[in-house]
């Protein structure tokens, strides 16, 4: 895994600009957007500009990548004004997860006190 966009992935198209997305912040490493289907009052989406196909492989491949998402995690909750209240953020990995977009994705949740989760 080298990073590089896939012709076939859906965040790679939201990430240049060929499918239409409410960006919320851009970095040159990160790009984030509102999830279509929230699941909280802020649900956002932080993806690498780059191509992981979930956090192992971003981690393995790319480990200042990993901690840059981390970062601008914390970020972008100052931007939209949950970080006081505070906020989960969510990796889903592969199947068990439910992972259903191939592009490794922080989903950043708040603006409410959050259902606990699991099975
Ligand atoms: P996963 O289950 O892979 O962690 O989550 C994928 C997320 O992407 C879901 O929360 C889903 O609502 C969101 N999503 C799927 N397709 C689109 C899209 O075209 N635009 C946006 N903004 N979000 C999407
Ligand atoms: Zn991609």
Redesign the pocket.
């Known amino acids: 895994a080298d990073g590089q966009a896939q012709p076939d992935c859906?965040?790679c198209k939201?990430v240049a600009g060929e499918?239409p997305?409410?960006v919320v912040r851009q970095t040159d490493l990160t790009f984030t957007?509102?999830?279509?289907?929230?699941?909280a009052p802020v649900?956002d989406?932080i993806v690498p500009r780059a191509h992981y196909r979930n956090a192992a492989e971003l981690a393995a491949n790319a480990p200042e990548l990993a901690a840059a998402l981390l970062t601008e995690a914390a970020e972008v909750a100052k931007a939209v004004g949950i970080a006081d209240g505070g906020y989960r953020i969510?990796?889903?990995t592969d199947a068990h997860?439910?992972?259903?977009?191939?592009h490794v994705?922080a989903?950043v949740l708040g603006g409410d006190f959050l259902s606990t989760f699991g099975t």
């Open positions: 859906l965040f939201i499918i997305a409410t957007f509102k999830d279509i289907n929230p699941q649900h989406l969510v990796f889903n997860a439910g992972q259903t977009v191939f994705h989903h």
